[in-house]
């Protein structure tokens, strides 16, 4: 039997930038001298230190020469001007319904003063710290300087914790800020929480769907299976219409692959840039690297011919850079009007250091909600004024907020009756995700529906302290819960409102083990994208067909009071959206918790799948009144892939020292930290050598680790392969080769064997002398496109396979030729 092993949800990492990445215009200033007397009067920002902190032992000071990224928000002068005028905005009949702001007007109306923002960089500037602005932005700016100086300007105490081998640092004293800056909230004083890619389930093997097939399809569907079933109008794919979408770290390689996956499915090549925010001076984080490749190809694919995508990220996956990328969108004088993010934190909740059993301490363990939340706030609440959504994934742990718990003795998972954040802000769309089966047309049919139910793992539920949005009150929905208190604890003034619940609508996420979505990773075609971040960058691009069909500069705006409008009707909901567990045979009812109301889906809106999923064509009659775009675009050319890139004098990648990162352990592994990648053919011209290099290559087996597994991968005609090498605790050295197929690695148990050597220390070497004839035969000339290297810790056992959890990678950069020679 072939042994499996399964990708654990934090995926590759990749290095090459391919594409335009465009920095933040405006430049870090340096810290000056102090020109600002510190001011008497002094306000206390509460709620910054994290609830429950107490509970952790810390480990003593954090380093006072270590650097700390901050941002800084103001708080906006005129909230009840705003609230008021948000309401106009979408309420039909009134003088200001749909006149959506530009960025300009908006800051002239409700925005924060230039000279206020001006004194808050002086004062930052006083206490030694570096600034960086963002465009056009008043409310918000990043900040940096030594935690000694951050301590003593923001009188402060921060400490280091150590939970399971990882140190973190956190504040235990809420700043206190002179009252005359107007500061709003401060992020960054503490790196416990912040966003979180959704956790994917892992999975066993997935297969394409065989055309034609009688019994239907459960595999992975394309964007044509999906244009059929979503009911997406062939007259409309976008048109004039641009996307965002949002995340952080390395994006090298995000755009190769969308080029191959257009190319595969003769779509446009879409426009794309990156814009980058932080105070970081490199990007490092490659946890994203698969996140991005599913997030811009399923968008692109429901909405090929939009004019662009335009990525905003931040550097480093921390609240202050990501509060920067939102800022830095709604800013944006040409930003798209609707972006997706696919990422989520605990939302702020009062209590969460409170008895066992409350909202933020289940079972005894001690749950962080977010402090920074109403930073994110203000920025969402800009965009639906500005005529903006976002899009947001609810998660993939069911009725529970997608969060890592700490408890005295290390990170535990447990269940929480809170939801994950930003899909829980009245201000964005939150997106649940389905399980879809089909009947495939092949080339003289559409393909239909065969069953489509709720995933067992889709995000969703209400919230006990955000209120809804006036969209959300009346029947339907029936909404189950009053909210008694805000996220900050403060009583909401009787009667209490209706809390936020979510998801708003849905969208397939598959089940991710046999149910998802084609995407290309690495150059490796027909791999498996899943999870409800799949499913926000759906309606990301469906969303965008219908604000192409949309009178006026800003469409329809935001989507929620739109969406809402026609679940209502009785007539409008039943023709488009299919309804989501209404109970025939095509949709089945199901639950992501335990059997109750507010956990299974049902006829009409439901806490697991909203209204259902979209029919787009009826949608865009009902909403906009028409099918065609009213800003008809050429889109682009069709993609004609990635042309292959030789470096056939040198390495086939290389990858900076000290970026190993297992569980968090940030250059402290050195005989899992790749440098270098090398491919070539053996002198017989039997066998691919493949060659990496390590930083300090050792047989030592972190704590907790079944295996070091070394993988060097590379793909031909659509299939990506491997060499492997292990190391097991007591020493052994194997060799091995197999293929990845979704989220899957099988090692090859037939044929012959692999031959190597491992040699150690300094710049160590790990060679694998892979049969050729056992990896597709590729022939002399052939391209291998896009070979990577990746190290893996083994959870689980080496006779059965298990979890292989990531620890570093390098590549892809440039592409093989077998045979070719330096000249």
Known sequence: MPRVRLLSVRLRRLARVAFVVVLTAAAAVPAQTPTV????????????????????????????????????GVAHPYDAEEDAYLQALYTPGDPLFEQFLEPDAYQQRFGVSPAQLDAVVAWLHSGGLTTTSLPNTTDYVLASGTAAQVSQLLNVSLQNYVVEGVTHYATTIDPTVPATLGLEAIAGLDNFQGPRLIPHTTATTVTQAAPNATPPQIGLTTPHTLWDIYDQPASNKGEGQAMAIFGWGV????????????????????????????????????????????????????????????L?????????????AYKAWVNDRSGPLQGSSSFSGCEEAPGTDSATGGPGSPAGALVFGNPNQDLYERALRQAVMEGRTMFASTGDTGSSCPFTTLVLNGVTPAYTPMQGYPAV??????????????????????????????????????????????????????????????P?????????????????VAAQSGDVVSNGYTITINGANDQSGGGTSLSSPLWLGMWTRIQAAAPGAKGKGFANPALYRVGRDAVKGARDFFDIGKGTPDAPPNCNGPVVPLNCSHIGWDYVSGWGVPDVKNLLQDIDGRLTPTHPVAPPPVSTGVPPRLNPCGPVWTSAAGNDSYLAQQGQNPQLDLIRGDLSLSTDGLHLVTTLTVTNLSKTVPTGSGANEYYFLWSYKGT???????????????????????????????????????????????????????????????????PNGQVRELVGTTATGGLIVPADQGGPQYDYQVGQTCH
């Open 312 to 324: 905003y990220f931040g550097k480093a996956g921390t609240d202050a850079d990501l509060i920067a």
């Open 488 to 504: 900050h604890g403060r009583p909401y003034p009787a009667p209490p409102p209706l809390c936020r619940g979510i998801p708003d």
């Open 720 to 786: 990506q392969y491997f060499s492997r090498v292990e190391v097991d605790p007591v020493g052994n050295v194997t060799y091995g080769d197999g293929h990845v197929a979704g989220n899957t690695f099988t090692t090859r148990a037939t044929g012959p064997a692999d031959t190597g050597s491992f040699v150690p220390g300094p710049n160590g070497k790990l060679v694998v002398n892979v049969p050729l004839d056992q990896v597709g035969g590729p022939a002399a000339g052939a391209i291998l496109t896009s």
């Open 251 to 310: 994006t090298d390689g995000v755009q190769d692959d969308l080029r191959r996956f257009e190319f595969e499915y003769s779509l446009p090549a879409t426009p794309m840039t990156v814009n980058y925010y932080g105070t970081e001076t490199a990007v490092t984080d490659t946890i994203g690297a698969t996140e991005w490749r599913l997030d811009t190809q399923a968008a692109t694919g429901m909405a090929p011919n939009v004019v662009g995508l335009k």
């Open 425 to 486: 802000s009245r201000y964005a769309v939150g997106v649940g995700g389905t399980v879809l089966y089909w009947n495939d047309g092949g080339t003289s049919a559409p393909s239909t529906r065969a069953v489509e139910y709720t995933w067992n793992y889709t995000g969703g539920g209400s919230s006990n302290f955000l209120k809804a949005g006036s969209y959300q009150e009346g029947v339907p929905p029936a909404l189950l819960v009053h909210c008694a208190t805000d």
């Open 37 to 72: 007397a510190r001011a008497a009067l002094t306000a206390t920002l509460s709620g910054t230190v994290l609830r429950g902190l107490a509970k952790l032992a810390p480990a003593g000071p954090t380093d006072p020469a270590m650097q700390i990224s901050l941002g800084i």
